[in-house]
């Protein structure tokens, strides 16, 4: 069974800098793409970035291009997100997912990492 | 604003059937498969169906998927009081960049 873990939220002054952390078991992480995608307070799903299962293509929404860098350790089966320059507006709590699998994208999820943004 | 449009809510009574629709652009629906996501109070989201009409292991075949040209419908029959919950269409983008994209987000209430 897979099982993704979060860490690494808490509560940042804007402009300062956070590491999110995805822990992943009961699969071959280095066999998968993955995902970063978070979720505003009261707010839809926002897609963050994406790496592909051998690191190489990386793909970033618009909204944090140039402050935010996804990264994998496969030999910790670890999932990174480096969030730089941190807005009000990237609150959210922020889940890693797993990529292409047999069933398609985002078969499985973490449980979330919230971030708060404030002075 | 969400590149994938969905309905804000819609409502059922308890075993009635509902639809819930995801309208995008060639850019998006057009030429990518399709994945619905159900997201329940306070927890993460769950896969419901991928490749436009697929269920993974473990969903119900009361839920089901459909796509023509640049829409897609989720379908849910004998609906539940505990399928009250937010749901997603989502898929790739691939107009100026390469991006996933999700719709708004759907609130199912089963009254």
């Known amino acids: 069974q897979v099982h993704l873990v979060e860490s690494g939220g808490g509560v940042v002054q804007p402009g300062g800098s956070l590491r999110l952390s995805c822990a992943a078991s009961g699969l071959i992480f280095s066999s998968y793409a993955m995902h970063w995608v978070r979720q505003a307070p009261g707010k839809g799903l926002e897609w963050v970035a994406f790496i592909r299962h051998d690191g190489r293509t990386k793909h970033h929404a618009d909204s944090v291009k140039g402050r935010f860098t996804i990264s994998r350790d496969d030999s910790k089966s670890t999932l990174y997100l480096q969030m730089n320059g941190l807005r009000p507006e990237d609150t959210a709590v922020y889940y890693c997912a797993q990529g292409f699998s047999p069933v398609g994208e985002f078969a499985n999820w973490g449980q979330g990492a919230l971030v708060t943004v404030s002075s | 604003q969400p590149v994938l449009t969905q309905p804000p809510s819609v409502s059922a009574a308890p075993g009635q059937k509902v639809t819930i629709s995801c309208s995008g652009s060639?850019?998006?629906?057009?030429?990518?498969?399709v994945s619905w996501f159900q997201q329940l109070p306070g927890t993460a989201p769950r896969l419901l169906i991928y490749?436009?009409?697929k269920r993974p292991s473990g969903i119900p075949d009361r839920f089901s998927g459909s796509k023509s040209g640049t829409s897609a419908t989720l379908g849910i029959t004998g609906l539940q009081t505990g399928d009250e919950a937010d749901y997603y269409c989502g898929t790739w983008d691939r107009s100026l960049s390469t991006n996933w994209v999700f719709g708004g987000g759907t609130k199912l209430t089963v009254l």
């Open positions: 490749d436009n009409n």
């Open positions: 060639s850019s998006n629906i057009g030429n990518n498969y």
